[in-house]
């Protein structure tokens, strides 16, 4: 059935993924929020750049990563002359990619849901006497919860799927870098194809359930927040 | 008292508000749609920005030049159209969320407040069961709860059917009575104008076109309200006796006593009476031989041409001002003038609280 390597995949994948996720969503709430509220003119250059990696290779963007990220990269310089090492090919690394590479899938929910809560909300809370940050934590993010859910499964399942990126800098080093997608790959090169049939079908399983509760919590949302 | 002078510039949108009201009654913003009515009430919240200006109500100063006090720091209660309450919250959650932002506010004072829009039945259910009156009642108990230096108000019926109108009107004029802050009521319906209104701001273009006690500005003829086909004159009265015989009762007034229909109100309620500038006519002698009840002395102080066969005629009695529309016939075979003592004839009375 699964032997060590599989086992150390999987917990380097959903830790991998748990940390992302919750990155992402600390850094995507304020950047979703933003991009609901604000009228700037360039915001469809930064929308266009958070969407980049939906359409983007992603063996292009971990190209990218890797030289940047990398020793002679201007990151990878950087973090050595704070006598650090580069993250390429280590945990953090992988992280950093999986942010950069997921950013999208959590944003693009955000922001539909932030402005779905619409500006009034926001100022009949003021009217009450609530400040903004006030506001935004009593009322926008109770309001935008299936905007949460939807872009935490979303990131949560889509850095667990990832392939070019960490391969590219993540160099699937065991218990470090190396991933699910990985390890699955592995089996097929190695022939092993019981092995991959056991990771592939517990992925695809996951999965499935995960947008079950997608959908069926915000189902249950869109009834409670039926309006006649 | 309330000192405002505002200039919001929006898109395609200017108001110029520059106004005194009164810091008791409620004042009714009246204007067309898109007149800047909603603008008008936003700005002394402070949702819409003016760059200079100011603005006092009562001892508080929110606006003035350099100074802007935003919103969650004015104390204002604000009833927007369509109530807008948090739906992820029930009615509790939703009025305590102000409760919890308040400091000070004791049980008593949330209590009447309570007992004045009669929340209690409502207090367990959740936002999306209520039907659009119950909303209003918990959206205004909401913003009441705010202990507000003023209450804006924002078309609070329009959203409404007729039915749950008249199912939240009378907690209106509850309001009306019972509280001591100033209210700004935001309508274009003559009824809830000619119910609930002290005083009357008309508002067209984003410019403030009159401002002063009701009957003045519905009878002023250099406003519009005095010109349109369904002029009318309002004025207070009190109940004073009534006659069991033909079941009438007599209301006193400043200039007299009407004779109407008995509709059970108890002796000494206050009313609040209007006439239709097209339901009175004018006699130069005082007729006897009529069907007309109310007849009263009156003395014409202006009259202006209405149209090409009609005139529109303003008349005093003792003090009370009041429209008489007449076609421009009546009006040249009477020889009417300014000046002139005459007889009006009321023909019907509408008795609005």
Redesign the interface.
């Known amino acids: 059935m699964l032997n060590d390597l599989d086992i150390s995949a999987i917990i380097v994948t959903i830790k991998l993924a748990s940390l992302s996720t919750a990155i992402l969503i600390l850094i995507g709430t304020p950047l979703a929020w933003w991009l609901s509220q604000t009228r700037i003119k360039f915001k469809v250059i930064i929308e266009a750049f958070i969407a980049l990696p939906l359409i983007l290779p992603p063996t292009v963007l971990g190209f990218y990563l890797l030289l940047t990220l990398g020793p002679n990269g201007p990151i990878g310089e950087f973090l050595e002359s704070l006598g650090g090492s580069s993250i390429a090919f280590t945990f953090s690394g992988l992280v950093v990619g999986s942010v950069i590479y997921s950013l999208p899938f959590v944003v693009q929910p955000l922001q539909n849901s932030f402005s779905s809560v619409g500006r009034?909300?926001m100022?009949?809370?003021?009217?009450?006497?609530?400040?903004?940050i006030?506001c935004f934590f009593?009322?926008a993010v109770?309001?935008a919860?299936s905007g949460f859910i939807t872009a935490a499964v979303l990131g949560f399942a889509h850095t667990i799927g990832e392939f070019g990126v960490v391969l590219m800098i993540g160099g699937n080093i065991p218990g470090e870098t190396g991933v699910l997608s990985i390890a699955i790959y592995d089996h097929v090169e190695t022939m092993e194809y019981g092995k991959a049939h056991w990771l592939s079908a517990g992925l695809l399983i996951m999965s499935f359930l995960m947008l079950i509760f997608v959908y069926v919590f915000n189902r249950h949302f869109s009834i409670?927040?039926?309006?006649? | 008292m309330i000192e405002c002078k505002l200039n919001i510039q929006l898109e395609g949108f200017k108001l110029d508000a520059k106004f005194t009201i009164p810091d008791k009654g409620i004042t009714v913003v009246f204007g067309p749609s898109g007149s800047g009515k909603t603008t008008l009430l936003r700005a002394i919240a402070g949702l819409e920005k003016s760059d200079t200006g100011f603005l006092k109500v009562g001892d508080s100063i929110w606006q003035s030049d350099h100074n802007f006090v935003p919103t969650h720091k004015r104390q204002i209660g604000y009833v927007f159209q369509d109530a807008a309450l948090f739906d992820h919250l029930n009615v509790e959650g939703n009025l305590n969320y102000v409760i919890k932002r308040k400091t000070g506010l004791t049980k008593e004072f949330i209590d009447s407040i309570y007992t004045l829009l009669d929340i209690k039945p409502l207090i367990n259910r959740s936002t999306v069961q209520l039907s659009g009156g119950e909303k209003q009642r918990v959206a205004i108990a909401r913003a009441l709860l705010t202990n507000p230096k003023i209450l804006l108000l924002d078309e609070p019926l329009s959203a409404l059917d007729i039915k749950r109108k008249k199912e939240i009107l009378p907690y209106l004029d509850s309001l009306h009575n019972q509280l001591d802050i100033p209210i700004l009521y935001v309508t274009h319906s003559q009824d809830e104008t000619s119910r609930l209104a002290d005083h009357l701001m008309l508002i067209e273009d984003g410019k403030i076109i009159g401002n002063g006690p009701i009957n003045e500005i519905l009878t002023r003829f250099d406003l519009p309200l005095s010109h349109s086909s369904d002029a009318i004159s309002i004025f207070d009265a009190r109940v004073m006796s009534r006659d069991t015989d033909f079941n009438l009762m007599h209301l006193e007034f400043k200039g007299g006593q009407f004779i109407v229909p008995d509709n059970k109100l108890p002796i000494e309620s206050l009313v609040r009476i209007r006439v239709a500038a097209r339901d009175v006519s004018i006699t130069k002698k005082k007729q006897t031989d009529t069907s007309i009840l109310n007849i009263f002395p009156a003395v014409v102080e202006e009259m202006v041409p209405e149209g090409d066969a009609q005139v529109m005629v303003r008349l005093t009695l003792k003090g009370v001002v009041l429209l008489a529309c007449l076609t421009r016939k009546s009006a040249y075979s009477l020889k009417l003038d300014q000046g002139l003592s005459v007889f009006i004839q009321v023909k019907s009375v509408a008795i609005l609280s």
């Open positions: 009034q909300s100022e009949v809370a003021a009217t009450l006497g609530a400040s903004k006030d009593t009322v109770p309001l919860r409670m927040r039926y309006k006649d």
